[in-house]
């Protein structure tokens, strides 16, 4: 007699300006099956995000996002009955009891204080399983008084603070950038692509910084983002992709001498690589991170300006950071939970099942 695959739904946040928890849900998916590859994987994503045409998972396409299609998502987790839905910052409340009326342990992820109020909603804390607040304790704040008393009174766990979730970086650089090897190299990333601030593009910035920063001995590595439309020509100094599989970005980041990043999931991996950081806020919810980043000592912010982002390029090359803090990869507390959360009982070393 066999026994039917666990099914896992992933309803990420997908559009076409961020990207950061579609490519956090693909790190944890890709993970999984890795650790285990009878699991039937399945993507709820609007169908506009450019991320779409391309998930490697079954993937189920919306017009819009989750949190607007209300009874479409309802309707189409009561037909999967999933054993596991994973919503990352998105969905409604109806839609997680959905879930759990559908029988499946459901999952919300967070990853500032508006996302996480949610995640303490009572009409939808009352169907949560579990909550990752996938971002640093110090900059999010512990549980508040009112928080720890809405969990006594539903009976409910204590959210994991997981930090910030990505792949574990290889210890050779992929071969497509052997021309790195060996030398100074900085990465430069804004975000997924689209983000823009008083209508300059957050990428062409970047990498109007990049040109003036890099040289043929210390060049820069430019990731645009898989929402950024534009051409970015690449020069002797500075090497233009459009994006990267999560673990050859991870691997490229842990041997630079300088990260320079938006203020979103790319800042908090580099963080946890211990790595020499300039960090520009470039989306509504970063301002505060990034400050209190900087405030720690993590990080070097900048504004979205070409000037203010090459002085502080160079104050962090003359200068580079040395954090003291370590912090534990979240991608192995996410999939000892998931794990949990269907009754199985592996445990994880690097990624991989003991």
Same mark, same amino acid.
């Not at 693909?26 to 609007?46: G, K, R, S």
């Not at 992709?241 to 991996?269: C, H």
């Not at 209190?292 to 160079?314: E, R, S, W």
């Not at 998931?338 to 003991?354: D, M, N, V, W």
């Given at each position: 007699?066999?026994?039917?695959?666990?099914?896992?739904?992933?309803?990420?946040? /997908?559009?076409?300006?961020?990207?950061?928890?579609?490519?956090?849900?693909?790190?944890?998916?890709?993970?999984?099956?890795?650790?285990?590859?009878?699991?039937? &994987?399945?993507?709820?994503?609007?169908?506009?995000?450019?991320?779409?045409? /391309?998930?490697?998972?079954?993937?189920?396409?919306?017009?819009?996002?989750?949190?607007?299609?209300?009874?479409?998502?309802?309707?189409?987790?009561?037909?999967?009955?999933?054993?596991?839905?994973?919503?990352?910052?998105?969905?409604?409340?109806?839609?997680?009891?959905?879930?759990?009326?559908?029988?499946?342990?459901?999952?919300?992820?967070?990853?500032?204080?508006?996302?996480?109020?949610?995640?303490?909603?009572? %009409?939808?804390?009352?169907?949560?399983?579990?909550?990752?607040?996938?971002?640093?304790?110090?900059? =999010?704040? =512990?549980?508040?008084?009112?928080? %720890?008393?809405?969990?006594?009174?539903?009976?409910?766990?204590?959210?994991?603070?997981?930090?910030?979730?990505?792949?574990?970086?290889?210890?050779?650089?992929?071969?497509?950038?052997?021309?790195?090897?060996?030398?100074?190299?900085?990465?430069?990333?804004?975000?997924?692509?689209?983000?823009?601030?008083?209508?300059?593009?957050?990428?062409?910035?970047?990498?109007?910084?990049?040109?003036?920063?890099?040289?043929?001995?210390?060049?820069?590595?430019?990731?645009?983002?898989?929402?950024?439309?534009?051409?970015?020509?690449?020069?002797?100094?500075?090497?233009?992709?459009?994006?990267?599989?999560?673990?050859?970005?991870?691997?490229?980041?842990?041997?630079?001498?300088?990260?320079?990043?938006?203020?979103?999931?790319?800042?908090?991996?580099?963080?946890?690589?211990?790595?020499?950081?300039?960090?520009?806020?470039?989306?509504?919810?970063?301002?505060?991170?990034?400050?209190?980043?900087?405030?720690?000592?993590?990080?070097?912010?900048?504004?979205?300006?070409?000037?203010? &982002?090459?002085?502080?390029?160079?104050?962090?090359?003359?200068?580079?950071?040395?954090?003291?803090?370590?912090?534990?990869?979240?991608?192995?507390?996410?999939?000892?939970?998931?794990?949990?959360?269907?009754?199985?009982?592996?445990?994880?070393?690097?990624?991989?099942?003991?």
């Amino acid at each position: 007699m066999t026994t039917a695959a666990r099914r896992i739904v992933f309803l990420p946040v /997908s559009s076409p300006k961020g990207i950061g928890e579609y490519m956090r849900s693909l790190i944890i998916a890709e993970a999984l099956i890795q650790a285990d590859p009878t699991l039937d &994987i399945q993507f709820v994503l609007n169908r506009h995000a450019p991320a779409a045409a /391309s998930c490697p998972f079954k993937t189920h396409l919306l017009n819009n996002s989750a949190t607007k299609e209300k009874a479409v998502v309802n309707q189409l987790i009561a037909e999967l009955r999933p054993d596991l839905v994973i919503f990352d910052c998105s969905g409604r409340a109806s839609q997680a009891r959905a879930a759990k009326k559908a029988g499946a342990k459901v999952v919300f992820l967070s990853q500032h204080k508006k996302k996480r109020a949610k995640g303490f909603a009572l %009409r939808r804390l009352s169907a949560l399983d579990a909550h990752w607040i996938v971002q640093f304790k110090f900059v =999010d704040g =512990d549980l508040t008084a009112l928080e %720890r008393f809405k969990l006594r009174l539903l009976n409910k766990d204590e959210p994991i603070f997981t930090g910030p979730v990505f792949s574990a970086p290889l210890a050779e650089l992929p071969g497509e950038f052997s021309q790195f090897a060996g030398k100074a190299y900085s990465v430069w990333a804004a975000g997924g692509g689209g983000h823009q601030v008083q209508g300059r593009s957050a990428t062409e910035e970047f990498y109007q910084a990049a040109l003036a920063v890099a040289t043929p001995e210390q060049p820069a590595l430019l990731v645009a983002g898989g929402n950024f439309t534009g051409e970015l020509p690449a020069t002797d100094s500075v090497t233009v992709v459009k994006s990267l599989p999560n673990q050859q970005l991870m691997t490229l980041l842990n041997q630079a001498v300088l990260i320079v990043s938006g203020g979103g999931d790319m800042m908090g991996q580099a963080i946890v690589l211990g790595k020499n950081i300039v960090a520009v806020p470039v989306a509504g919810d970063q301002p505060d991170r990034v400050l209190a980043c900087a405030a720690a000592g993590l990080i070097y912010p900048a504004t979205l300006a070409k000037a203010d &982002i090459v002085a502080q390029c160079h104050k962090a090359m003359q200068k580079p950071l040395q954090p003291e803090q370590q912090f534990e990869p979240g991608l192995q507390l996410v999939l000892k939970d998931i794990f949990r959360l269907l009754g199985r009982s592996e445990a994880f070393s690097k990624g991989q099942p003991a």
